[in-house]
């Protein structure tokens, strides 16, 4: 019986700025359901439904809060803290759209806003087609929401765009559930203040840029039979 994660978990040296979830066991066997290719769409929207709340609420960790006194029903005080700044949700479309669920579960008005890149056909390089944000973003902190971090390319054009918006890199926390070394790297180098909250760091990238071991296509696998 093994009851830890073991080799294959996370690589040694992260940036200081990367996040990953306590690597316990019991997250090894959600990643092991949402990984085979055998579980079925049904269970796999459970399992990463899963996997998401706790990295919602792992990213909710990262929020500044202040100090904050309440009165009990007993009428005794408590010197607690409370939450401080507003925040709101980016979705990178549209594999990021399926953590919206997730962040609503914890934060229930919470704002989203939309973001959409592909690959310019011409440049090859990742291209803004649509973006949608509350109109205070800048104000915010923002959670920019995407399950997986391959090469990088659109979680960067995503940022990039949020900061012309006026969100500095410190208000932004990046919330992922898989992602590959070299993306990470690559995303972090660009953008060392922002924090990335990740579930999953995986071996590498295929000649496809598919992360390897991988979960295959998140999008096809949530919304697809
Ligand atoms: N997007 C996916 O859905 N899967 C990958 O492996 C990489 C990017």
Redesign the pocket.
Known sequence: MTSSPTSQSTPAALPPSVFTLPQTAQLEALYTIIRDRTTSRGDFLFYSDRVIRLLVEEGLNHLPVIPKTVETPTGGKYEGVGFEGKICGVSILR?GEAMEAGLREVCRSVRIGKILIQRDEETAQPKLFYSKFPEDIAQRYVLLLD????TGGSAIKAVEVLKEHGVPEERIIFINL?A?PEGLRRFCSNFPALRVITGWIDKG??EK????P????????RYCE
Do not use: H, K, S
């Not at 840029?209 to 390897?212: F, K, N, P, Q």
């Open positions: 594999a399950p997986m971090l391959a898989m590959a990238l295929n840029a598919y992360i390897v991988g979960l295959g296509d998140f999008g096809e696998r």
